[in-house]
């Protein structure tokens, strides 16, 4: 059963930085493509970024291109979201999810989810 951990989310101003993690043990995350998603209060949840087993990536909101990076570590069995110039906007909880063997937009297309981390961006 694979197990995802997210970690690295917080309170930081806006024009911050923050990187999230997101971890699994006993099962190797380089079998999954990875997704990123958020929701805010009072929204659906969406997808941000997703990193195929190739490595390839691609963001899916368009606010955050030239922003947010998707990665992975593999020796780590981690995967990354560099988030760069927060805006109040990114606030949400953002969650990790795998899926086999191909990112989608699609939150029911993914079998593994972790418990989420917050992510507040204020002044």
Do not use: H
Not at 21 to 37: E, M, N, P, Q
Not at 56 to 69: H, I, L, P
Request: aromatic residues 12%; charged residues 20%; hydrophobic residues 35%.
């Amino acid at each position: 059963q694979l197990q995802l951990v997210e970690s690295g989310g917080g309170l930081v101003q806006p024009g911050g930085s923050l990187r999230l993690s997101c971890a699994a043990s006993a099962v190797r995350l380089d079998y999954y493509a990875i997704g990123w998603f958020r929701q805010a209060p009072g929204k659906e949840r969406e997808v941000v970024s997703c990193i195929e087993v190739t490595g390839s990536s691609r963001n899916y909101v368009e606010s955050v291109v030239g922003r947010f990076t998707i990665s992975r570590d593999n020796a780590k069995n981690t995967v990354y979201l560099q988030m760069n110039s927060l805006k109040p906007e990114d606030t949400a909880v953002y969650y990790c999810a795998a899926d086999a063997p191909y990112c989608s937009e699609y939150a029911y297309e993914y079998d593994y989810w972790g418990q989420g981390t917050q992510v507040t961006v204020s002044s």
